[in-house]
């Protein structure tokens, strides 16, 4: 099942889509991922022909991260951290979180204020939403815990990251930065070993690899992270990006105000954002 989210006649509503159609349910998302019922299906309507919002809105806490979970993202940036981070890949994930004010739709624009960062970066990434609580929870279970998977981008200010002694919060937390959707498709539609993540701004593809590639799996992340700390239904986990960012590259490439970008995993859908000026002051 593919869950999105639009507002319909000023009324926030679920709809399960098919092909290219979305048929509306009686209730919202962040219900149904807590437990909730699906509702009753009503009018389906062309998926053309309506915007979706993110899937979810009503956020537990921050959003939960994943860093240097791709080996080709931790060896292109070395030498690049300025002091910072570790010399070598991790043995264990490398978890930070970002503020829920950072979310905007598959379709909305991505904010931009050259006079609070000149350094903005994209990072396709796969997220993960869970559906039902757990401390501790043991690997083999993890899974079990999903309620499903969504195409996300950690747009970044590396600047900022830099200027606050190296940690990810403030680099990361900017409002209205970072895209998620275009809908919740739960486990049983999907092969999570192989899903092909990708970035493309302005038409050019500067990101492009696959799951199979990251460190850490999807549930070695939820049993690390769960270790002593309980995951709530509803809690959004973003599960690192591949090589390509801008930052790592020689030319470095950085946002600017009119760049598109396109965001993809195979199974998943995509997410296509226009950076646009905007005061954040």
Not at 128 to 145: F, N, Q, W
């Amino acid at each position: 099942m593919k869950l999105a989210s639009l507002t319909v006649d000023g009324v926030r509503r679920a709809g399960v889509v098919d092909g290219q159609s979305i048929a509306l349910l009686s209730t919202t998302v962040d219900d149904i991922v807590r437990g909730g019922s699906t509702g009753v299906r009503g009018e389906v309507l062309p998926l053309s022909e309506v915007r979706l919002e993110s899937p979810l809105h009503r956020f537990n806490r921050d959003i939960l991260c994943t860093g240097w979970n791709y080996l080709d993202h931790f060896l292109e940036s070395t030498g690049k951290r300025e002091g910072q981070g570790p010399a070598e890949m991790p043995l264990r994930p490398t978890f930070f979180t970002k503020g829920p004010d950072t979310v905007v739709g598959p379709s909305d624009d991505i904010a931009y204020d050259p006079e609070i960062s000149s350094k903005w970066d994209y990072e396709a990434e796969i997220a993960m939403v869970i559906g039902r609580d757990g401390r501790s929870i043991p690997e083999e279970k993890a899974l079990d815990h999903v309620f499903g998977f969504l195409v996300a981008n950690d747009v970044s200010q590396r600047d900022l990251q830099r200027a606050h002694g190296g940690q990810w919060l403030k680099g990361k937390s900017l409002d209205a930065t970072m895209p998620l959707g275009p809908w919740i498709t739960t486990p049983d539609e999907l092969d999570v070993t192989d899903l092909q993540v990708q970035c493309e701004v302005n038409g050019v593809l500067l990101q492009n690899a696959s799951s199979a590639q990251m460190a850490f799996s999807f549930a070695r992340i939820i049993a690390e992270l769960s270790h002593g700390m309980t995951l709530r239904a509803g809690d959004v986990i973003l599960t690192g990006t591949p090589s390509g960012i801008g930052s790592a590259r020689d030319p470095q490439i950085f946002l600017r105000d009119g760049d598109v970008v396109v965001t993809r995993v195979s199974g998943l859908g995509e997410l296509r954002n226009t950076v646009t000026l905007t005061d954040l002051s």
